[in-house]
């Protein structure tokens, strides 16, 4: 039986890299992302993928999706949830409640109603079961400077994982996450830009080297005189 996986976020970055390389492991991928283009591009005519349009703050469009990958395939095998933005950026005093509506709605909301989905038709399907890998961010460990909104929902995230996998293991649907550090994709090119600054070096002239220290008395007499050391 050929495997079906659901990729959001699909037409860039980390999503796009993942849908590719489930096609390269025989797998069907739907490729869901906001944009027709990326989408079309990432999909580069394989045989085995499904290009579907998603806005994933939207319940109806999102349903919509997974009713059109069940309808073409019959069934759900993974769901790479990945898809997010890094939103406006700013600190708790600063961050309008607008922008950080707009980061919870996908980083959040959206992860919620594309595993809602995805566990809903694993439970009914033959054979049941499934996974779903949410990608969160090292932000759900440490987070960057003004970046309060996008810690917030990863770390948000990882209760969601949590809570998924605990309700789907009498339904043989697995959920796990991954937290990636930098990687250099359309959605982190922002980072490098707040990242703190480094201490410089000190400058003036650089302090002597440590001088070479004489044998010690016990590897000097362990050495025989006419036969010299290499050289360590």
């Given at each position: 039986m050929t495997k079906v996986a659901v990729v959001t976020g699909a037409g860039t970055g980390i999503g796009r890299q993942v849908a590719r390389a489930l096609l390269g492991e025989?797998?069907?991928?739907a490729l869901a992302g906001r944009r027709p283009e990326p989408l079309t591009e990432a999909a580069d005519g394989h045989a085995d993928a499904l290009t579907v349009p998603t806005d994933v703050t939207s319940p109806e469009s999102v349903e919509a999706l997974f009713t059109t990958v069940r309808e073409q395939w019959g069934r759900v095998d993974v769901l790479f949830n990945?898809?997010?933005t890094t939103g406006t950026r700013g600190s708790v005093d600063t961050l309008s409640v607008e922008d950080w509506q707009a980061v919870v709605d996908v980083n959040l909301t959206g992860?919620?109603?594309?595993?809602?989905?995805?566990?809903?038709?694993?439970?009914?399907?033959?054979?049941r079961g499934g996974r779903i890998i949410n990608n969160g961010s090292v932000s759900a460990q440490t987070p960057r400077?003004?970046?309060?909104?996008?810690?917030?929902?990863?770390?948000?995230?990882t209760g969601l994982t949590k809570s998924i996998a605990l309700d789907g293991r009498a339904h043989d649907i697995a959920c796990g996450q991954i937290d990636i550090g930098n990687a250099a994709t359309e959605l982190t090119a922002g980072f490098s830009a707040s990242a703190c600054p480094r201490p410089t070096a000190p400058s003036g002239p650089?302090?002597?080297?440590?001088?070479?220290?004489?044998?010690?008395p016990s590897s000097a007499s362990s050495a025989s005189p006419s036969t010299p050391t290499s050289p360590s």
């Open positions: 025989g797998y069907r991928v990945n898809a997010g992860m919620f109603l594309c595993a809602r989905q995805a566990v809903r038709i694993m439970k009914e399907q033959d054979p400077p003004e970046t309060v909104a996008y810690a917030a929902t990863k770390h948000a995230l650089n302090p002597p080297s440590t001088p070479p220290t004489s044998p010690t």
